[in-house]
């Protein structure tokens, strides 16, 4: 099977200042993990390693550069999955961890859970030797300053930042999906949530099925956008569902998010894998930044 794999940096209204930005990060983390897959390794490996790239990139909403919370914290939520054996793990309203998507795999392969969420996951990233950062390793100044002027806002809705471009911003949840020489599939996906969420707030990205998904009899999926929408249909898993009903990547992308919008009203995007090997992308957000290396080593991006 020929390597593969395709990213995403956050589906919103990217507004032209973070464009190049955007598309710079989703092309460092597509290039981390198919530098990877080339070697040998595996595609969970693959996903892990894009999705820390993208983390240590303060463009995007996840590990570092992430959004804060109501009460001025770090909350992280990040997933992985294996297609092969259906193995998952995650973390959610996690704090002070540099690369969630690395104790979410430490969770899938080093415990008998899925998910563990907030002190809990930190008393097991000591127990497993994943070191603690400082708040200010994750905080970057520009989160701060639109942290104090959420504050000063009478009204702040959520939606909004999905569906309005807004010069000046930059943010945006990250993923991943990937298949390797063997034909396995792994998807996963990090976030730092939505600007001033309350506390324990978690969104669709450290839920299987919903955040990412991935089944090697179906495909791999990885999703961003709204998150109390994407949780309420399952988006990552109604994709796959229907690449295994024989509809392409892409096709299968615009299906669930159609289903998303007409049931509940939401938006995201998504970017997808099946068993074959061929990539595909769909969002119904102003934009979406996404990189891909597909089979033949072609690479393409976008936003
Ligand atoms: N889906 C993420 C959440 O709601 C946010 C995003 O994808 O931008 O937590």
């Not at 909403?61 to 793990?89: P, S, T, Y």
């Not at 669709?204 to 994407?230: H, K, M, Q």
């Not at 024989?246 to 615009?254: D, E, V």
Request: hydrophobic share 40%; aromatic share 4%.
């Amino acid at each position: 099977m020929e390597p593969a794999m395709i990213v995403h940096g956050g589906a919103w209204g990217i507004p032209d200042d973070a464009v190049d930005a955007h598309l710079r990060g989703v092309s460092s983390g597509a290039e981390a993990g198919h530098g990877l897959l080339r070697r040998g390794q595996s595609a969970l490996d693959a996903v892990e390693a894009a999705v820390a790239v993208m983390e240590d990139d303060p463009t995007f909403d996840a590990g570092r550069g992430a959004f804060l919370n109501k009460i001025g914290q770090v909350e992280l939520d990040a997933m992985i999955m294996d297609g092969n054996g259906l193995r998952a793990g995650a973390v959610a309203a996690v704090r002070n961890i540099r690369n969630p998507v690395r104790l979410a795999r430490a969770v899938m392969e080093r415990s008998r859970l899925v998910l563990i969420a907030g002190p809990g996951a930190n008393l097991f990233a000591r127990a497993v030797g994943v070191p603690a950062c400082r708040t200010q390793d994750l905080l970057v100044g520009r989160e701060l300053a639109r942290w104090r002027a959420i504050r000063k806002k009478k009204r702040f809705r959520v939606r909004e930042i999905f569906d309005t471009i807004q010069a000046g911003q930059r943010r945006g949840t990250v993923g991943a999906v990937a298949i390797d020489r063997r034909g396995d599939l792994a998807a996963a996906t990090s976030t730092g949530g939505v600007p001033h969420k309350p506390p324990g707030r978690v969104g669709d990205s450290p839920i299987v099925g919903a955040g990412a998904y991935a089944d090697n009899e179906t495909g791999a999926v990885s999703a961003t956008g709204w998150g109390e929408p994407i949780l309420r249909v399952l988006l990552s898993k109604t994709a796959c569902d229907l690449m295994g009903d024989g509809l392409s990547p892409g096709t299968a992308c615009r299906r669930a998010l159609s289903v998303m919008r007409r049931r509940v009203d939401g938006i995201g995007g998504l970017v997808a894998m099946d068993r074959r090997g061929r990539p595909g992308f769909s969002f119904n957000t102003p934009r979406m930044a996404w990189a891909c290396v597909g089979p033949g080593g072609k690479r393409r991006k976008g936003i």
